[in-house]
């Protein structure tokens, strides 16, 4: 039977399970597709790191040596799953101009120089796919490349980071503070041992650049993209929310309002009703809005090696089976649209302050915020701490730059103890 | 700027529909695609029908002159929307005969003559897409056939018709009986004026024949399939269900047991907290299990002129950026299996029934179970009926012959006054 051969770049968790995968579902493959998928050559940096949980032939086929390598003639396709930025993105670049295909689960770099990447796939005529950089499992590059190509998206609202929301979920499960959550989620293997990037939004801005890059056929940068982490997330904050009909949730979400795209990372109240609020634990899940399909959302494991490599796997499969490459396009030339006019942008709050117990605190706090216009759509006391009262505030939809300069004078307030939390509330989701 | 052109069978909602979507999306395709897509001709059976509502391009192109419209040399692709069987087939095979490409979104023609018809474009080296069959907006045959072609696919479960589960949505909602929530749905437009198709589960049928097909690489003739409807589901099995921690869908369930595959439809009780348990009214969803991916589950609109539209539209586009068409196969010469072995088959039950306030009735009733190794799992006694008592039984996971012959003796059994509801429960869903 006719082969296509495989290269692959780093054999970290990712790499091993695509070997696994492949060695598993080949013989599916070979008798449907009539071709075979077989790894000829693994790139590593060490070839002398033990490795002892490979079969004999994977051990056989592994190289430090570069050159060798990328001049494989019997290596059609490259996987990259190393990571990284720079070493990564010469590798790539290597890749593409001696003509080989090229497959990525790398995030950061699609994320970082994807608009390029694709232009020079295009010019060397191969092809580029990343399905396995936005969210592991969940074909959702594909589906917006193709299946949904027909369609003007409106929307993407997406649980993009399976740690946030696997501690989020244990917070309201477990009833444990952020900090504890963490530390529970750590000891199981569910975050990492430095888990910044994940907690502070910055892993899930990079999947919404890259997927409302592609939905809204423009380049969106990721340094365009305001993020907020799950940090400020108290207990009481879920408590409050789930009391109000919500949860809460690290939220990617992109809209495209024609004139501009907005586009945020972080925390929202969703209602409980929403299919993404009950997304758990380390799933990920991505909600969209077409002008012909209308509503749409797919969930699945957005981590982890097997279902990384299976999208890694669909991608090379799909090469395979087609002969046209990149036909779609990413980059700003098509549409030129203005990303985050934060003039424009509205949004309803949840706010959670302690104010003081005096009479007419909080007529000085609505004061401040009708003042610039924050109209208040609910105010709830829930329980005296000392001489202070916690209060949750729901506004209607305000202006976020008028939201600003509101808190900034609250906080200011002699009626205010403390401002809590300030979390939007996605109400229209 | 190029074209292609698509000629249109049929113009009904669906039909319609795609000429509004194209309408309003053409000139994102055309930026993105550098491709420009043009209806050329429509062909309906009476051309004097009064269509008021079309714009007048659509209407100079309206004809029903057969033998013109099949030998129109700028229609490249032919879109099938006019439903039904033997017509559509023969014009759907003219089509490729004359190495035209293919559309269509007929269910119950692509889950009787699928295989042979994909046989026929493949020899012709023409395209026949299909998306649009099933689960009109959810592009899940995409998803099977691209991303997910690396797995080897498990399990199957979907709400596959919306009717049936905004009917089932509405009876819990509102506490209605069966009847009138098919009156109400019919009223409101979710259900047909004849619904039996719907009701009592062959819609869904078709549906997940066509799914296990291609996710099993074998041809699942619907004829295989034991199917059953909602019509028996009161308004006291979506209460105790409820109680029980459960809601009722109707499902079509498929998993590949290695020797043979398991396929019905039935209703069945899922757990709450599963994913498909919250999918409400007209939607429709389909939940999958893969060796790499794992667990994914995609909803949205399954019916609807515009998301069936969408559909239709994304198979264009992708015919037109693609050369190699009908890469996978669909046919039982790849794997032969047995499809529903029903000896083999195992399942929970949910059995709710009346028996006399006698002492030793439970008894009876139990000893009979027993006697068929069919083990119970829990007996709740609900209310006094009269001279009867009303019980929920749950059972183990039983065969499902040794629970047919049992339920025969239950039902003459002198201690039943009558068996009301016996229903699948899903619990490692």
């Not at 001049?71 to 396709?77: A, G, L, S, V």
């Not at 992109?254 to 993404?276: G, R, T």
């Not at 105010?379 to 209607?396: C, P």
Request: net charge neutral; with cysteine; proline share 1%.
């Amino acid at each position: 039977m006719d082969y296509i051969g495989i290269g692959i770049i780093g054999l970290g968790t990712v790499g091993k399970d695509l070997v696994n995968l492949l060695n598993e579902n080949n013989c599916i493959i070979e008798k449907r597709d009539k071709i075979s998928i077989k790894i000829v050559q693994i790139l590593v940096a060490d070839v002398k790191k033990k490795r002892s949980d490979l079969d004999d032939y994977t051990k056989s086929i592994i190289t430090d040596n570069q050159s060798e390598f990328f001049n494989n003639k019997k290596i059609n396709i490259i996987v990259e799953l190393m990571g990284g930025l720079t070493k990564a993105y010469d590798y790539i670049v290597k890749a593409i101009k001696l003509n080989k295909h090229v497959v990525t689960a790398n995030k950061d770099l699609i994320a970082s120089k994807g608009v390029e990447l694709i232009k020079l796939a295009k010019s060397n005529k191969v092809a580029l796919e990343f399905e396995a950089s936005v969210c592991g499992g969940i074909p959702i590059i594909n589906m917006l490349k193709t299946s949904y190509a027909g369609n003007k998206i409106k929307i993407i609202y997406g649980i993009l980071n399976g740690t946030t929301n696997y501690i989020l979920s244990l917070m309201e499960s477990n009833d444990l503070s952020f900090e504890d959550a963490l530390i529970k989620a750590q000891n199981e293997g569910y975050a990492e041992k430095n888990p910044t990037n994940d907690i502070n939004g910055l892993d899930a801005t990079s999947k919404i650049a890259i997927l409302s890059s592609i939905a809204f056929n423009t380049n969106v940068p990721m340094e365009s993209i305001k993020y907020e982490g799950i940090k400020g997330i108290s207990r009481e904050d879920i408590l409050y929310a789930k009391e109000l009909g919500y949860r809460i949730k690290l939220l990617g979400v992109a809209k495209d309002l024609e004139d501009y795209i907005k586009i945020q990372v972080n925390p929202v109240l969703i209602p409980k009703s929403h299919p993404l609020a009950n997304i758990d634990g380390v799933y990920n899940a991505v909600y969209l809005e077409g002008n012909g399909f209308d509503k749409s959302m797919i969930y699945g494991l957005g981590a982890g090696g097997l279902a990384t490599a299976s999208s890694v796997l669909g991608d090379i499969i799909n090469i395979i089976r087609k002969k046209d490459y990149n036909k779609f396009i990413w980059s700003n030339s098509y549409r030129n649209v203005k990303i985050n006019d934060s003039k424009e942008i509205y949004s309803n709050y949840y706010i959670r302050m302690h104010i003081k117990d005096i009479t007419g605190a909080l007529s000085i706090i609505t004061g401040i915020f009708g003042n610039h216009e924050v109209g208040i759509f609910s105010v709830n006391q829930k329980r005296q701490l000392g001489d202070s009262l916690e209060v949750v505030i729901v506004t209607h939809k305000v202006n976020e730059i008028n939201m600003e300069y509101a808190l900034i004078l609250v906080n200011e307030s002699k009626a205010t103890t403390k401002v809590c939390s300030v979390i939007k509330v996605e109400d229209n989701i």
